[in-house]
């Protein structure tokens, strides 16, 4: 009897855990086959040893266990309170009556989380409606009980299997995209959701996937709580419930214990390797985590003084120029996702920038500069506030962004009309807040009349609106006699690249990276020929820079020709057409176009005159939390828990990199690498 009663318990929990066990390795054969699939990826393939193929597979599966075990919690939650019990006297009441009162709270009483968010306040209320009648239903209704208890199950259950799913398409579509797991970019997708959901929508075959996907989860969901091929709802009593809701949080702890340890786990100084054997969910957690990190506290420092004089040597405040100044227009084009190597003068043989290719012998072109950051807004930061990237989130979306020293202020300073041009909605990255915030003029779609837009996505107008409307703009501001300042912001060269028919050789029907590519570079070619006939267009400066390239991924940290961004200044009769050749970065743009205008100013930049002879060619390239400085071939990385790589920087013909790591510490480059970021530019 002892046995047979033993027999019989080990069979309870089984049946008990049995959901939970699949659930589990579910998890891990998605991962285990997302990880099969990303390595033949084109961003991936050919650049993963065999050593850290084995351990990125390892990793992942451990990780992928404990990640299953934790998203199992509903699971195990739905049915540990399955149980006839709560509809006896007086539990019943008890229940019922709390249930309620909590429905009643919130549709009445309640207002910290209706000012907080209204949307979770009424999830939550038809959360509560749902419990409240169901409860009342079951209770009045014994006969329901059973088929509630098995529909209910199996709901939990596919709604499990469905984001699991859906998880795993997303992080093969974000790979695809980026190179990368998920990163501060799908946090902040998940604040954008508008724009975020339209271009999804717009740039993959969503409705055969969502079909797919479900029938997918439903198979899937049917072999986890089928046996027999019949719903078992795991049944117990309840003190076999207690014991296994023990041994449940136990494992739930180790489980999130290993999480965090394994995913902050370096397996590689190949980057691909350490993002392969990665879980998406966990580095999503670790990104919504550290979107702003204090510099003194996870970064190397050195005395705050010493950083201080250390930038005053370096960047002096006051910039002065004995010649007369020059106050011409300056209109400053960012280029989404403009990489170096779309352009012929690059080595690109698909003719995809016939007109920037042309310009390019016609203007002041820069070979060798590089981009801030691999996000839009670090951009827009860097040639607005002429100063590097700061750890964390750009400072386009922290707050107390306002009231900075920016182009804007010296621009303002000098009698110029600022503003700020984009064919979207400028709330999105909060461009709206931090540029009307620091003295521009917000001009974007919500501006635009409804016979202005002849093409768009859930992005905003395609560029040749933009430039069109621009135009208008710009023959406004010249008839009030000030000179302007306009930085215009593209967005066409963005999946899902639909732009109008007929302009370039590529159809829209295409959705390709290539179409976006050659239609920005015609709208930009018919803006400076449409510029031409208008009065002010012999008295402006026109400035073509991207804004990052499109894409970031590489087998480093921070892959340097993944920064190479083309850049020119152009104005007939005004800048000499040449080639910059030394190494400029991002925040050199603006400063350059002072120095070609012959602006006095003074103001807290690390941006400098390129041209200047006293310029130390250097520049900055980092990610959220790696801080990159590049200076006489030697790239200073610095990351959190205050450590420090060096890398010789060696160049390659096809306009690549080679990055080695450099036998012996260069001080003198960690020092200024530190105090650069450490001030945080000096703002």
């Not at 309870?12 to 579910?26: A, D, E, K, Q």
């Not at 054969?29 to 990826?41: E, K």
């Not at 959901?197 to 049917?222: A, Q, W």
Request: glycine share 8%; proline share 5%.
């Amino acid at each position: 009897n002892t046995s047979f009663l033993c027999m019989q318990t080990r069979q309870t929990y089984i049946n008990f855990f049995r959901p939970l066990i699949r659930v589990v390795g579910l998890t891990v054969l998605a991962g285990f086959i997302l990880r099969l699939v990303l390595i033949f990826n084109p961003q991936t393939i050919g650049s993963l040893p065999f050593g850290g193929l084995v351990l990125a597979f390892v990793r992942g599966a451990l990780t992928d266990a404990c990640v299953g075990l934790l998203g199992g919690f509903g699971i195990f939650l739905n049915y540990l309170f399955i149980s006839e019990s709560k509809y006896r006297r007086p539990l019943n009441y008890v229940l019922g009556g709390l249930l309620l009162v909590i429905l009643l709270y919130l549709s009445f009483f309640d207002k910290s989380l209706t000012e907080f968010n209204k949307g979770l306040t009424r999830v939550l209320t038809y959360l509560a409606l749902y419990k409240a009648v169901s409860f009342g239903l079951r209770w009045a209704f014994p006969r329901i009980r059973p088929v509630y208890n098995k529909v209910v199950f199996f709901l939990t259950v596919f709604v499990f299997v469905t984001a699991l799913l859906v998880d795993t398409v997303s992080a093969y579509f974000f790979w695809g995209e980026f190179g990368v797991r998920y990163n501060f970019i799908a946090v902040d997708y998940l604040v954008y959701t508008n724009e975020v959901i339209g271009n999804i929508f717009e740039s993959y075959p969503m409705v055969p996937l969502l079909i797919g996907l479900g029938i997918t989860s439903l198979l899937i969901t049917s072999f986890v709580v089928l046996q027999k091929r019949k719903i078992v709802v795991p049944q117990a009593s309840l003190g076999v419930k207690l014991r296994a809701a023990g041994l449940y949080l136990t494992a739930c702890i180790v489980a999130l214990l290993g999480a965090v340890g394994l995913t902050s786990l370096r397996l590689s100084s190949n980057q691909y390797v350490n993002e392969l054997g990665d879980n998406g969910l966990c580095k999503f957690v670790e990104a919504f985590r550290s979107s702003q990190l204090n510099y003194d506290q996870f970064y190397l420092t050195m005395s705050p003084q010493k950083a201080k004089d250390m930038m005053q040597r370096l960047y002096p405040a006051k910039i002065e120029d004995p010649l007369p100044e020059t106050r011409k227009n300056i209109v400053l084009i960012m280029v989404e996702s403009l990489s170096a190597d779309y352009m012929a003068a690059f080595g690109n043989q698909d003719h995809l920038t016939p007109y920037l290719d042309s310009l390019a012998q016609h203007s002041l072109f820069f070979e060798s500069l590089y981009a801030c950051g691999n996000r839009t807004v670090r951009g827009l930061e860097a040639v607005t506030l002429c100063q590097p990237p700061c750890p964390g989130e750009s400072k386009i979306k922290q707050p107390n962004n306002t009231g900075l020293y920016t182009v804007a202020t010296i621009l303002r300073q000098k009698g110029y009309r600022t503003q700020f041009l984009y064919g979207g909605d400028s709330y999105f990255d909060n461009m709206r807040a931090f540029f009307g915030g620091n003295g521009y003029e917000i001009i974007d779609k919500t501006t635009m009349r409804p016979e202005e837009i002849t093409c768009s996505t859930v992005w905003g107008a395609c560029d040749e609106d933009l430039f069109n409307h621009a135009l208008r703009v710009f023959d406004q501001n010249a008839a009030q006699g000030k000179p302007f300042y306009a930085h215009l912001m593209t967005t066409s060269n963005h999946r899902p690249y639909i732009y109008p028919e007929g302009k370039i050789d590529i159809p829209p029907t295409a959705r390709s990276r290539s179409g976006g590519v050659k239609y920005t570079d015609y709208a930009i070619g018919r803006f400076l020929k449409d510029a031409e006939k208008h009065a002010w267009f012999k008295q402006t400066v026109f400035v073509i820079i991207a804004d990052h390239c499109a894409s970031s991924a590489g087998s480093t940290e921070v892959p340097l020709e993944r920064y190479h961004i083309p850049a020119m200044i152009y104005a007939p009769g005004f800048v000499k057409p040449g080639k910059v050749g030394h190494l400029v970065s991002q925040v050199d743009m603006m400063p350059t176009v002072f120095g070609l205008l012959h602006f006095s100013y003074q103001a807290p930049f690390c941006g400098r005159n390129a041209l200047h002879p006293n310029y130390v060619p250097r520049a900055f390239a980092a990610t959220y939390q790696d801080m990159g400085y590049l200076r006489e071939n030697v790239f200073t990385l610095l990351s959190p828990t205050r450590r420090v790589m060096q890398q010789i920087v060696t160049p390659t013909p096809q306009h690549t990199y080679t990055q080695r790591p450099m036998p012996q510490r260069n001080k003198k480059m960690v020092e200024e690498a530190v105090a650069h970021y450490q001030t945080g530019g000096r703002q």
